[in-house]
Each structure stands twice: as C-alpha cells, then as structure tokens.
C-alpha cells in the first residue's frame, strides 16, 4: 500500500467512515475534499449483486447527464454516402469510413466517442482489438450503432456516459467535473445512479445494489446510502 501524504491524510478527517452519506450531502462534502490545483472529474463507483459471467445479469447501458461532463468530447462517425453529410450536420468532428480506420490501425485515437451506421459495422468490426478495450467500440445496445446519426452525435457532446459492470460486479464511470455548481453534481449523480437502478437484470435475486461510493480525482471515497437507490 502506498503511503498516504500530509494533504490526503488531513481530509480524510473529514469524512465519517460509519456515515453513509445521501447523494445531497455527498456532493457538497466532496468540495472540501479536494486539494488538487486542477479540477478534478468526480466518479461514482457502485457494487452490484449480480454475477456477469450470467448473461442474463449483465448491466450494460447509457445515460445522457442533464449537465454535462464538464469536457469537450470529440466525436468519429462511420458512415458513408448520404450518412456523411447528416453526421458532418449534427457536429461530428470526424467523420470517415476505411480512411478512418486506417488510421486508427495507425495507433490515431483522438477522439473520445465513436459512433456508426449498421452498414459501416463489416469495417468496424475489425478494429474491436483497438477500439474495444477503450471503451470505443460502436455497440446497438447502447445506441452508438444506428442511423439516427443526428441523435446519437448530440448526446455524445452533451455527456453520454455509457456503462458496463466488469467481472467483478463493479460499475465505476465519470458525473462531472468538481468545478460544477452543488446542484449540477447532485442532477449528474441522480440521473447516473437512477439509470442503474433502472437497469437492474430481472434475474438478479437479492440486493441488488450493495455498496456505492462517490469521488474526485485523488479525494477520498464518500460512501452513499444505497437504501433509497430502489
């Protein structure tokens, strides 16, 4: 285990480590947390009952955040024909069919949301070693395959936040920056949480949602209250 420095240690006196904190609390203490000279994203990080390796328990899903990542998100479309045009419209900042690909087996990938046409899947497809592990992978489940381009470039730059649980049941993603107004953070947090809550398997027996945690870059975790996550 590393060790813990002055500044980290001091507010970690601040959090109670018995409490677990509502989302409306957790969202103003985490300002007192930071002692970062950037702004740091704030994440939440929630521990789920169910067993992935079950592919009816698999939580997999998006979520657009009513205010936002905080960031500029640059987005690639595969399409072609018609399809460039509409994607260029909406506000794609790349748009491009076997050239793009090209030069994403190039090692290019300057761009943090990728989207395509059903019809541009064949060339896609080949590049799932590269773009999958990134979390860049088109996929019709969370609607970034599709030919409502114009739709799916908007929620992309608005803050759509995909989210998948790993094997260990875990699903951590991004709300926000610290730098948000209280209420914008708490808004990101609800809307994060309740469409967890809203994707819970029919399969799944037992607690569904056991633990969860909100933090920003280099803070402590702040433990939520999970009773009212129904």
Not at 65 to 94: H, M, Q, S, T
């Amino acid at each position: 285990m590393g060790k813990i420095g002055k500044k980290h240690k001091e507010v970690l006196k601040k959090v109670d480590a018995e409490k677990h904190y509502s989302i409306e609390e957790a969202s103003s203490l985490l300002k007192e947390l930071s002692y970062t000279k950037f702004d740091p994203t704030v994440e939440v990080a929630m521990n789920l009952g169910v067993d992935p390796r079950h592919a009816d328990q698999n939580v997999r899903g998006a979520v657009v955040l009513p205010n936002g990542l905080g960031r500029k998100v640059r987005v690639l479309v595969f399409a072609k024909g018609e399809k460039i045009k509409e994607a260029e419209a909406a506000g794609a900042d790349f748009v491009g069919g076997d050239d793009i690909a090209e030069k994403i087996r190039g090692g290019w990938l300057d761009f943090e949301a990728a989207i395509a046409t059903p019809d541009m899947m064949a060339v896609v497809g080949r590049l799932g070693k590269i773009l999958a592990p990134r979390g860049l992978m088109p996929n019709p489940k969370v609607g970034t395959v599709t030919m409502d381009l114009a739709n799916a470039v908007k929620e992309a730059k608005a803050g759509r936040v995909e989210f998948r649980v790993n094997k260990a049941g875990i699903i951590q993603a991004p709300v926000g920056k610290l730098s948000f107004e209280v209420g914008s953070l708490q808004e990101n947090i609800n809307s994060f949480v309740d469409a967890i809550v809203k994707a819970k398997p029919a399969a799944t027996k037992g607690t569904y949602v056991k633990s969860a945690y909100v933090s920003s870059t280099m803070s402590p975790s702040v433990r939520l209250d999970v009773s009212a996550m129904k």
